[in-house]
Protein backbone atom coordinates (compact mmCIF):
# COMPACT_ATOMS: atom_id res chain seq x y z
CA UNK A 1 0.00 0.00 0.00
CA UNK A 2 1.42 3.68 -0.45
CA UNK A 3 0.93 6.45 0.87
CA UNK A 4 1.02 10.37 -0.56
CA UNK A 5 0.49 12.99 2.07
CA UNK A 6 0.41 16.53 1.40
CA UNK A 7 0.93 19.36 3.95
CA UNK A 8 1.37 23.26 3.01
CA UNK A 9 -1.79 24.58 2.18
CA UNK A 10 -3.61 27.59 3.91
CA UNK A 11 -5.09 30.75 3.04
CA UNK A 12 -2.98 33.38 1.34
CA UNK A 13 -3.50 36.94 0.42
CA UNK A 14 -3.03 37.80 -3.73
CA UNK A 15 0.48 38.17 -4.26
CA UNK A 16 1.58 35.81 -1.59
CA UNK A 17 2.88 32.42 -1.69
CA UNK A 18 2.99 28.84 -0.54
CA UNK A 19 4.85 25.96 -0.49
CA UNK A 20 2.84 22.52 -0.90
CA UNK A 21 4.60 19.28 0.07
CA UNK A 22 3.98 15.86 -0.75
CA UNK A 23 6.01 12.75 0.83
CA UNK A 24 5.02 9.43 -0.73
CA UNK A 25 5.66 6.44 1.27
CA UNK A 26 5.04 2.36 1.33
CA UNK A 27 5.65 -0.06 -0.78
CA UNK A 28 7.40 1.49 -3.84
CA UNK A 29 10.59 0.55 -5.52
CA UNK A 30 10.88 3.41 -7.71
CA UNK A 31 8.65 6.23 -8.73
CA UNK A 32 8.53 7.58 -11.95
CA UNK A 33 6.42 11.19 -12.97
CA UNK A 34 5.32 13.23 -9.87
CA UNK A 35 2.78 15.69 -10.46
CA UNK A 36 0.55 18.16 -8.61
CA UNK A 37 -2.90 18.43 -10.09
CA UNK A 38 -5.98 20.81 -8.61
CA UNK A 39 -9.81 21.20 -8.91
CA UNK A 40 -11.62 24.25 -8.24
CA UNK A 41 -15.32 24.12 -6.79
CA UNK A 42 -17.51 23.55 -10.09
CA UNK A 43 -14.15 22.78 -12.28
CA UNK A 44 -12.80 19.62 -13.49
CA UNK A 45 -8.95 18.32 -12.27
CA UNK A 46 -6.18 19.82 -13.74
CA UNK A 47 -2.84 19.41 -14.12
CA UNK A 48 -0.67 22.35 -12.29
CA UNK A 49 3.24 20.69 -13.10
CA UNK A 50 4.41 17.23 -13.18
CA UNK A 51 7.94 16.85 -12.62
CA UNK A 52 9.66 13.36 -14.35
CA UNK A 53 12.50 11.26 -12.44
CA UNK A 54 15.19 13.38 -14.29
CA UNK A 55 13.94 16.60 -13.09
CA UNK A 56 12.22 17.72 -15.69
CA UNK A 57 9.43 19.83 -14.58
CA UNK A 58 6.27 20.87 -17.14
CA UNK A 59 3.42 23.31 -16.36
CA UNK A 60 0.48 24.15 -17.24
CA UNK A 61 0.11 27.43 -19.02
CA UNK A 62 -1.16 29.67 -16.15
CA UNK A 63 1.11 29.12 -13.47
CA UNK A 64 4.26 29.25 -15.72
CA UNK A 65 6.75 31.61 -14.71
CA UNK A 66 4.87 31.75 -11.00
CA UNK A 67 4.90 28.04 -9.78
CA UNK A 68 8.07 25.63 -9.50
CA UNK A 69 7.77 22.00 -9.04
CA UNK A 70 11.07 20.10 -7.49
CA UNK A 71 11.46 16.89 -6.24
CA UNK A 72 14.08 14.57 -3.89
CA UNK A 73 14.14 11.08 -5.64
CA UNK A 74 15.72 9.66 -2.02
CA UNK A 75 13.25 11.32 0.08
CA UNK A 76 10.13 10.12 -2.55
CA UNK A 77 8.84 13.79 -1.70
CA UNK A 78 8.06 16.11 -4.37
CA UNK A 79 6.93 19.92 -3.56
CA UNK A 80 5.64 22.56 -5.22
CA UNK A 81 6.45 26.64 -4.96
CA UNK A 82 3.48 29.01 -5.47
CA UNK A 83 4.49 32.49 -6.13
CA UNK A 84 2.26 34.89 -6.75
CA UNK A 85 -1.07 33.54 -5.99
CA UNK A 86 -4.18 34.82 -7.41
CA UNK A 87 -7.67 33.93 -6.37
CA UNK A 88 -7.63 31.95 -9.35
CA UNK A 89 -5.62 29.77 -8.23
CA UNK A 90 -8.29 28.70 -5.34
CA UNK A 91 -8.47 24.97 -5.51
CA UNK A 92 -8.24 21.90 -3.85
CA UNK A 93 -4.40 20.95 -4.68
CA UNK A 94 -3.42 16.93 -5.46
CA UNK A 95 -0.33 15.07 -5.47
CA UNK A 96 -0.03 12.63 -8.12
CA UNK A 97 2.93 9.32 -8.17
CA UNK A 98 3.10 7.15 -10.93
CA UNK A 99 5.51 4.38 -9.05
CA UNK A 100 6.83 1.13 -9.78
CA UNK A 101 6.03 -1.40 -6.71
CA UNK A 102 8.27 -4.14 -7.90
CA UNK A 103 12.22 -4.10 -9.10
CA UNK A 104 11.13 -6.28 -11.29
CA UNK A 105 9.16 -6.13 -14.76
CA UNK A 106 7.19 -2.77 -16.39
CA UNK A 107 3.53 -2.73 -13.44
CA UNK A 108 3.64 1.10 -13.18
CA UNK A 109 0.89 2.08 -10.78
CA UNK A 110 -0.80 5.77 -9.17
CA UNK A 111 -1.32 6.86 -6.01
CA UNK A 112 -3.06 10.02 -4.72
CA UNK A 113 -2.99 12.34 -2.45
CA UNK A 114 -6.07 13.23 -0.33
CA UNK A 115 -6.05 16.95 -1.29
CA UNK A 116 -5.30 19.91 0.34
CA UNK A 117 -7.02 23.21 0.03
CA UNK A 118 -5.38 26.42 -1.14
CA UNK A 119 -7.39 29.77 -0.75
CA UNK A 120 -6.24 32.94 -2.22
CA UNK A 121 -7.98 35.66 -0.67
CA UNK A 122 -8.60 38.96 -3.15
Known amino acids: QVQLVESGGGLVQTGGSLRLSCAAS????????MGWYRQAPGKQRELVAIISRGDSGNYADSVKGRFTISRDNAKNTVWLQMNSLKPEDTAVYYC????????????????WGQGILVTVSS
Open 96 to 111: KAAYKPYSYGYLILEA
Open 26 to 33: GSIFSIND
